[in-house]
Structures are given as C-alpha cells and as structure tokens.
C-alpha cells in the first residue's frame, strides 16, 4: 500500500482510516519519502484551533524550489516543466524545460537580490500569464521573499489595497498584457495605484506588448536587461517549514480583502499529495489547469502541485473565445493534454456553442477532467461528461478554497464512482463535519448544515496577514474548535458531499469570490447614491451574477438613470475590477430593514432571484411596505 498514490478504493478507505487514527505517522511518512529536507522536522504537528496556532513540520528546513526544481534536474532535466502557450495561437508555443527553469529562476532570484530583496521581503507580483509570472514567483521562493501575487484583472485601487496592507517592498509588472482580442495598459494602471504606496521601492517590468509606456526615473526599470546580466547560480535559501511562502487575498463578507498567509512545509506537502492523487498524475503526463495564477488555483495546480511532482503544466495566456470558442479544445490537441482542469462557468459559456467547436479536434488523450470554484449543475456536468470526455473521462468535482490551500473534498478518479454535482468524499487527513445553526455536529447521513473541519491539515492557511484577531473571528469563532469554511453542504445517504453554497454574504460569481460589502462601498462613494444592497442571484453561465439595490439621493428624474447605472459600474470597475460588475441596478425608494435598521438580505436575494411566493415573514419588519414596491419595479 502506498500512502502517497491510491489506486483503488479499497485503499482509498485504509489510507483515509490511517490518516484519521494517527494523522502525524501519515503525514511524516508523506513527507520524509516524497520531499527533500535539509533538516528534518521536531514534530509533524502541533496545533489548537482555539488559539488558533497549527504548525506543520516545524523545525523542519526545506526549500520549496529545490523540491520543485533542483531535485528533478538529474532524471528530467529535459522534460518540460512548463509549457506557455499564448493568447494568439499563430505564435509558438514555449517549452521551459526544468534545466531552463532552474536557470531562469535563479536569475530572477538574483536580481531580486541584487534589489535589496532578502528573506521575509513581500513583493507584489502584478503579471498577466506569461512565463515571468511562475518565474518570478519561484524566484521569491528561491529566496525566501514572500510573493503576493494580484491577479491582472484587478483594478489600481484593489492593487494599491494589496500593496500596503503587506507593505510590498519591490512590484513585477509587465508593459502590458492581452486578453483575447484585447490588449490592457498594464503599466498604466500600475503607474495609478503606485501614487498611494511608499512602500514600493523599486519596480521591475517585464514587455510583453511593447507599447510605449511611462518608466518611472529612479523606480522603474525593464526586467529583462537585469536577467541577461544575472549569474544563473543561486543557492537556495533554506527556509523553515514554518516561515511564509506566499500571501494570497481573498474577498471576505466585509471589509478589506483577506491577506491569506501560507507557509512552506504543509503547503507544498498537501498540494503535491492532492495533485498526484486527484489527477492520477503518471510521468509524462500533460497536465492543465485553466485557471490564471492570479488565484489559489493557479498557484496550487499550476505551479506547485504539479511542479512538486515533476509533472508538465500548461500555463495558458488566453481565453476559451478566442479566437474561437474551440480554443481550449485545439490546445488539448495540440499539446495531447491527459489532464484538463477547469471552471464550471467556463463549461456553461463553451456548451451554449455548437459542438462542432468540439468535434473539430482530437480529444483521445484526456483521462481526467476536473471542475472548481463554484457547484457545477447537472446539465454542465453532463455535457463536460458526454462532449468532452466521451463518457470515458471521470469528472472530478473538486471542492476547496484559497485557505485551505489544496482540494480538500474530491472524488479520486478511477477510484471513487461519481455521481453529478458531488464533489464525493475527502481526501486523507481531511476530517469535515457538518454543523446545525445552534454549534452542534450533525452525525449521520441524509443531512445538511454547515461544512466545517474538525482537524488540521497540512494545506491551511495559518493566518491572515497582520490580523491574526481577524483569523480567528472568520474561521474559528463561529463553532467551538472547528474550521469554518462559510459554506453549506448536505451529506447523502452513504457519505458522499455536495456543496450548496455559500452561507455568508460572498456571492461566487463565474468562479470568483466577491464580497458584497466592499462592493457596497464602492458604490455608496458616487455621489447621487444613498444607500445600496447587493444581492447574488442565478445566472446561467455565470454561476451568479449581482443584482443591486440603489436608493438615489435625488428624488425624481433628475438624472438620467442609465447613465448612473453605468456610473455605478464604472466605480465598481475602478475599485475592484470588472468581475464585479452589477448585472442588473434596481433603484428602489427603501430598503426591507430589520427594526434594528440591518437591511434584510434573505429578502432582497428572493425578489433578486424571482422566488416570490416564499418570502418568508415579513411582518417583523420595520418597513414592510417597501417590499411591494421593491417587487413591482424588479428587473427581469
Ligand atoms: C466555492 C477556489 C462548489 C466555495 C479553489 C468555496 C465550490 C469558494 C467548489 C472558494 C466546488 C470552490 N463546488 N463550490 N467544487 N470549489 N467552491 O477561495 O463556495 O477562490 O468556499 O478557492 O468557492 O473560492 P476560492
């Protein structure tokens, strides 16, 4: 039996018992016989989810590129670590070999260094998906900086947001970059959010569109003279298990976005045991996972999952429309890729087209397929099933979050039977438990609540950054020693999970978390807008989509009222980015309040949502009035 690949299910289940009744032996034996340690650790665990403090490995010394990397060089130093395919598929594609990973990560490492950058330095990496970006972000690890990487789509108030909240001390950015049939002034939005940081010193910029762009004198500076001059020798710093790899934000219910904090160790454990495992990775398998490196998802199943593993992994700088809707098929035909991992919103834009985007190519080297990031319905389930995989790939719905730093609740494919819209059992050392409204754990099948986990795995984030306080309120207050992971989840009659949502007010729209609170605030700041809800509701590709609530301070028609819905939608994109757009902006003369004056969201999601017969008791309102009038003028 092997504790670190499962092949069958009757293995799946004793490696699953042996990782529940003694957690530390399964852990320590994944990672002393998969991993390379300069030093191996005191202890496999130590934790207390009260405080909460959970340390995996500590006093163990790696470091993560060695593993990733060095490691490889002797027995696959010519097999490609990364191929880069790009936006326009006239262009070649580009393969990184390990050998020439290793060369142009430690580069990179050392002109980081020769910046001033040392162990325990954050540094913004803000890069559209070009080979820079996973470059850069070795680079770090290299040397023990923290990379914070913002995804590219984000606008300069979310950027400047993320650079000062982890006092960034250096920003990798590149000219510009392109989307489809779209190039975006990269540099330029940069150039905006450095006005609100001091604490960026230095910027380096890599070209990708050769636009004409504004250097800054004395700040910025084009990275790719710096490599050419660079040693391609750099002894990696050996880090503690327990020291920082990376910060990650994710949006919360309120407030600022959550600076997520991972460390090193139980980091690179979980995600290589997770991706061996959920994707059946074989050596010489092409690997690909859809997602930008801009979130967990791509830095878990890009980068290091299946870098830990010495898998190929396609990095992919376009977008499934273009310049067809056929895009992501002619790449796995191209590239003979074995395992496909993508968005469930992804799979409902691509099944509206005609299926000849699909036949056109040769789909017979795909084995897996896998989904994240939202529920994925039953009619996209089946298409993926059907079309992609001709019924002979196993789907492998997997469901995790930017915490919990790995795929916590998967089926294992070939193993595990699936069954639509399940994301089926846990992965080993992954203990859930589902908990009613009142903190008691739901025991048994055929029931629901909320998904927590009772134990600490390997992957979890160990703090937000700078606000641990703020940790322990979101993840660990809300249940008595247990993790909280803010969604709901029902558990079938032999044990399998599906995930019904999110219970708090995040709203996953194509994939992506958006916390409506910091929407709110954005569109509370124009000035004809008094107060405002925003609410989820379904969309058919989208998952969800944002339906607002605006109460005008002028009364009357004043104003025009398309242009102050598209004024909305520009603050919106200006504060956060496009992916937060409002679908629909409502304006309404008053919102449904509580007496205590809180707005009554569970009524606002049904009229979003058009489920009108059932809302509930609304005779304890202070307002009950206004719900007739908010349903009378709803949009469609
Ligand atoms: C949702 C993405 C249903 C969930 C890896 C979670 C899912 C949030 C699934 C985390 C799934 C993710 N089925 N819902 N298979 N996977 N989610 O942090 O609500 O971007 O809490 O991490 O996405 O999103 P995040």
Same mark, same amino acid.
């Given at each position: ?89 006239? %262009? ?133 003279? $710096? ?22 934000? +994710? ?19 979980? +995600? ?24 967990? +998802? ?43 991992? +993508? ?87 992954? %203990? ?149 757009? $409002? ?54």
């Amino acid at each position: 039996m092997s504790n670190y690949h499962i092949k069958h299910l009757e293995e799946y289940f004793q490696v699953y018992r042996k990782s529940v009744r003694d957690p530390e032996s399964f852990w320590g034996e994944v990672a002393e016989e998969h991993f390379v340690w300069r030093k191996k650790w005191d202890n496999v665990l130590n934790w207390d989810f009260n405080k909460p403090e959970i340390k995996w490995f500590e006093g163990g010394k790696l470091n993560i590129t060695e593993n990733c990397i060095d490691r490889h060089l002797r027995t696959r130093g010519d097999k490609p670590a990364i191929i880069w395919e790009p936006n326009d598929p006239s %262009q070649p594609a580009v393969h990184i070999t390990y050998k020439n990973l290793h060369e142009r990560v430690c580069k990179f490492a050392n002109v980081l260094k020769s910046k001033g950058v040392g162990k325990g330095d954050r540094v913004c990496i803000y890069l559209p998906m070009i080979p820079e970006l996973t470059i850069s972000i070795l680079a770090c690890a290299r040397i023990g900086a923290i990379h914070s990487v913002v995804f590219a789509g984000f606008s300069s108030t979310a950027l400047s947001t993320r650079i000062n909240d982890s006092d960034c001390k250096l920003l990798i950015t590149a000219d510009g970059s392109y989307r489809g049939k779209k190039s975006i002034d990269l540099k330029g939005i940069v150039d905006e959010a450095l006005v609100n940081c001091d604490s960026i010193e230095a910027v380096l910029v890599a070209k990708r569109t050769n636009e004409n762009i504004h250097m800054e004198q004395g700040r910025d500076e084009w990275l790719q003279p $710096l490599l050419d001059n660079a040693s391609m020798d750099c002894e990696p710093e050996i880090m503690d298990a327990e020291d920082p790899l990376f910060i990650l934000y +994710t949006s919360g219910s309120t407030g600022k976005p959550k600076g997520m904090v991972h460390t090193i160790g139980g980091y690179m454990v979980f +995600t290589a045991f997770t991706f061996k495992n959920i994707f059946q990775y074989r050596e010489n398998d092409v690997f690909w996972c859809t997602a930008d490196i801009g979130w967990v +998802t791509g830095h878990s199943y890009i980068i290091y999952g299946p870098l830990a593993n010495g898998a190929t992994s396609i990095m992919f700088e376009g977008v499934p429309s273009y310049p067809d809707f056929g895009r992501f098929w002619e790449v796995i035909e191209k590239h003979r890729v074995n395992q496909f991992y +993508t968005a469930p919103t992804a799979i409902r834009a691509l099944a509206k087209r005609s299926t000849e985007f699909v036949t056109k190519y040769d789909l017979s080297s795909l084995k897996v397929l896998g989904s994240v990031g939202e529920p994925i319905n039953e009619e996209a389930w089946h298409w993926y099933n059907d079309i992609i995989g001709k019924g002979k790939c196993p789907i492998v719905d997997t469901w995790w979050q930017t915490e919990t730093g790995g795929i916590m609740l998967s089926p294992i494919p070939y193993v595990t039977p699936t069954i639509p819209t399940y994301a089926t059992l846990p992965l080993p050392g992954v %203990q859930p438990a589902l908990l009613d409204d009142d903190g008691v754990e739901i025991k048994g099948n055929l029931v629901s609540g909320r998904l927590c986990m009772k134990f600490p795995w390997p992957g979890m984030a160990r703090t937000i950054w700078n606000d641990h306080k703020r940790y322990k309120e979101t993840y660990f207050s809300a249940y008595e020693n247990m993790y909280f992971s803010g969604d709901g989840a029902f558990r079938d009659a032999v044990g399998y999970y599906r995930i019904t949502g999110r219970v708090d007010d995040v709203v996953i729209v194509s994939g992506h978390n958006l916390g409506t609170a910091p929407i709110e605030d954005a569109i509370n700041q124009h000035p004809a807008v008094a107060e405002s809800a925003i609410v989820g509701f379904p969309h058919d590709i989208k998952g969800n989509a944002l339906y607002g609530f605006v109460i005008l301070k002028e009364v009357g028609e004043t104003r025009d009222r398309e242009n102050v819905r598209n004024e909305i939608n520009q603050q919106i994109v200006d504060h956060i980015g496009p992916i937060a757009k $409002l679908e629909k902006i409502q304006f309404v003369s008053g919102l449904p309040k509580t007496r205590s004056g809180k707005i009554m969201r569970r009524i606002l999601r049904k009229i979003a949502s058009n489920e009108l017969s059932n809302l509930g008791d609304t005779s304890t309102l202070l307002n009950p009035e206004i719900v007739d009038h908010v349903i009378e003028n709803r949009i469609d």
